[in-house]
């Protein structure tokens, strides 16, 4: 497997949405809905720099046509992706809310 559908198919795990890029060294992910709904990819990028310590670029620093994406760079071994994909998931984990 290679470390874009490394990245690409963990993080569709995690509920993102994520066209596998045939080439390249960046995957670009669409923010799953319920982060989307919650915040912009600037604010997002910044809670995964905070809380998975995990650095990505917002979309929207591409221009507005990137809103609603996060960039990721595919430039570290197969081991750090798989940690990256873990904290990533962990971060953004939505627990239910318990009926009352």
Do not use: H
């Given at each position: 497997?290679?470390?874009?559908?490394?990245?690409?198919?963990?993080l569709?795990?995690g509920?993102?949405?994520?066209?596998?890029?045939?080439?390249?060294?960046f995957?670009?992910?669409?923010?799953?809905?319920?982060w989307?709904?919650k915040m912009?990819?600037?604010?997002?990028?910044?809670?995964?720099?905070?809380?998975a310590e995990?650095?990505?670029?917002?979309g929207?620093?591409?221009g507005?046509s990137?809103?609603g994406?996060?960039?990721l760079?595919?430039?570290?071994?197969e081991?750090?992706?798989r940690?990256?994909?873990?904290?990533?998931?962990?971060?953004?984990?939505?627990?239910?809310?318990?009926?009352g």
């Amino acid at each position: 497997m290679c470390s874009s559908d490394l990245l690409v198919e963990g993080l569709r795990r995690g509920g993102w949405e994520i066209v596998a890029p045939k080439a390249g060294m960046f995957v670009w992910a669409g923010i799953p809905r319920y982060w989307r709904e919650k915040m912009g990819s600037i604010d997002l990028a910044m809670k995964l720099l905070e809380e998975a310590e995990v650095a990505v670029s917002p979309g929207r620093g591409f221009g507005p046509s990137g809103e609603g994406f996060l960039r990721l760079a595919v430039v570290e071994n197969e081991q750090r992706l798989r940690q990256a994909v873990r904290q990533i998931n962990r971060a953004l984990r939505v627990e239910p809310v318990a009926a009352g």
